[in-house]
């Protein structure tokens, strides 16, 4: 404490004197007090002398000339690129391209502008490529701890697995036991029995040897004749325990029991139809956008006009409410209908009136989706810039999503947005032309384009396995991946689906798909029970 005490009590000294220095000698590079400078004065230097404030000592602009360092430069040679004074120019460099200071000055300044310019452009773009390694170093440990989790959760699926299996393997092998004892049983009291027979039948062929009964001997042969000798031994070897990978066993069990007892339909086959009765868009020619599944199993279809309808399985409609926009990006969040348009994301209030939950500046939202933990989810857009942000429902910005590990922007156009069972959240970028999956905590997972090029994603859902749906829309299917983004196979009801756009998966191997240029929703059965 006394240490700190001492140096912020310390006091530049002069050089001459030690007396508190008040000035400073620039050409010399001395310290000196109010008394000193007379004395300093004095001495004769080649370059002279200039004294200054000692606060002001580095707030020299000058450029001094390096041959006559008593004299400012006021000239520039060219010849040899260096500032000049007057004498220079008359003397050493007469000879010389001479061009006035204030020309290089100007020359100078220009590039260090434009440099300087281009810095601080780049140095906007590096503090968010800071900010951004700066929240992904904070939430490491959290991101590792979450992995730990996953190799444990796994771990303990495949403990369950094994433990099931080697039941299994006991109870088959108790089984394989049962039998062969059984047969070996049988076939030892068979033996037995034929030792006996064999051990009697030698008896009474030493007691004929010493006999001369014939008649007992003619009765004798034929028994001796009939009677069987070793006939064929069952082969029974071992059951021996043959070597499978484990990881590939275990995932299989996994994905077996992923499918619940269900199997997938060799032809989709549409069960339904509704006529959404929305009008074409002038524009595009375009009418249903999007739909979304209600928990008593009804559908909120979206349109190409300002109004939400609520319709059945069977085709009927229910109800109808007015919104602010094109009923594009919708999502269920509390039992209530929310959507977005370019200005805020707003939920339909039991009242069936239109309140607005929160705004996102000067971003605009696309895609919104409710997530597990109870936030919303939401695709935001502005100039060339594209994010995903975790709302709370108030507002307050949870979690944003942009760049990857890399520092290189995740999306170029995201559009619809879900949450999977595992907690990935998948994008379709309409930008990239790819499903875009991060974990839960925003670090990149796959990216799925297609498997060839004849691909135009679209929009996005899930089911309750994991499975991941996505409309292809100029291509007239629906890919089915899995939970890794790896395609299973294509959906193509019978009959075909032309343009669809929005999915919903209803549940019992059923998914809700829309085709956008007739405004026809189909339902379709794509897995059997």
């Excluded at 001495?43 to 020299?60: F, L, P, Q, T």
């Amino acid at each position: 404490m006394m240490a700190s005490r001492d140096e912020a009590q310390h006091v530049v000294e002069c050089d001459l004197c030690q007396q508190p220095v008040s000035f400073f000698c620039r050409r010399c590079g001395v310290n000196l007090c109010d008394p000193c400078v007379l004395i300093h004065l004095r001495v004769k230097s080649k370059n002279g002398h200039d004294i200054v404030d000692y606060k002001s000592k580095d707030d020299d602009d000058t450029c001094h000339c390096d041959s006559h360092p008593q004299n400012d430069c006021s000239a520039y040679c060219k010849t040899c690129e260096t500032p000049i004074c007057i004498l220079c120019v008359t003397i050493k460099h007469k000879s010389h391209e001479i061009s006035e200071l204030s020309d290089k000055i100007e020359e100078l300044l220009k590039v260090i502008v434009t440099e300087n310019d281009r810095l601080q452009s780049f140095k906007h773009e590096l503090e968010r490529i800071l900010e951004h390694t700066t929240k992904l170093l904070s939430s490491i440990s959290s991101i590792y701890k979450l992995r730990k989790d996953e190799v444990t959760a796994r771990g303990e699926e495949w403990h369950k697995q094994i433990e099931k299996t080697v039941k299994k393997l006991h109870q088959e092998l108790d089984d394989m036991q049962k039998e062969h004892e059984a047969v070996l049983q049988k076939q030892k009291e068979k033996f037995e029995e034929m030792v006996w027979k064999v051990n009697k039948i030698n008896g009474k062929t030493r007691k004929l040897q010493k006999s001369k009964n014939v008649t007992e001997m003619q009765t004798f042969v034929p028994v001796i004749q009939t009677q069987e000798s070793l006939s064929e031994v069952s082969q029974y070897s071992f059951p021996m325990l043959y070597e499978y990978k484990i990881d590939e066993y275990l995932e299989n069990k996994l994905k077996e029991n992923e499918l619940s007892g269900r199997i997938i339909s060799e032809i989709p086959t549409v069960t339904s139809v509704i006529d959404t009765g929305f009008p074409a868009n002038k524009q595009y020619n375009t009418r249903l956008y999007y739909m979304l599944v209600t928990d008593d199993n009804k559908v909120w279809m979206g349109g190409a006009s300002k109004e939400l309808k609520l319709f059945d399985l069977h085709g009927h409609l229910h109800h109808t409410v007015s919104i602010t926009c094109q009923g594009m990006y919708l999502c269920m969040y509390n039992k209530q209908v929310v959507y977005s348009d370019n200005k805020a994301v707003r939920m339909i209030s039991d009242t069936d009136t239109v309140v607005t939950m929160f705004t996102a500046g000067d971003w605009m939202p696309y895609g919104v989706t409710s997530a597990a933990s109870g936030d919303l989810l939401v695709c935001l857009l502005k100039d060339d810039q594209n994010k995903v942000v975790r709302y709370s429902s108030t507002g307050t910005v949870l979690q944003e999503i942009q760049y990857d590990s890399q520092c290189q922007p995740l999306y170029k156009n995201a559009k619809y947005i879900i949450e999977n069972v595992n907690g990935d959240i998948i994008v379709t970028d309409w930008g990239r032309n790819a499903v875009i999956a991060v974990d839960r905590l925003g670090i990149f997972r796959y990216s799925y384009s297609g498997k060839d090029t004849k691909f135009d994603v679209c929009s996005v859902a899930t089911d309750s396995v994991g499975h991941v749906i996505v409309t292809d829309y100029k291509f007239d299917k629906i890919h089915k991946l899995d939970r890794d983004g790896r395609l299973l196979r294509y959906i193509i009801p019978e009959g075909g689906i032309s343009r669809p756009r929005g999915v919903c998966i209803l549940g019992h191997g059923e998914m809700m798909a829309g085709e956008c240029l007739t405004g026809i929703a189909k339902r379709i059965k794509y897995l059997e029970e």
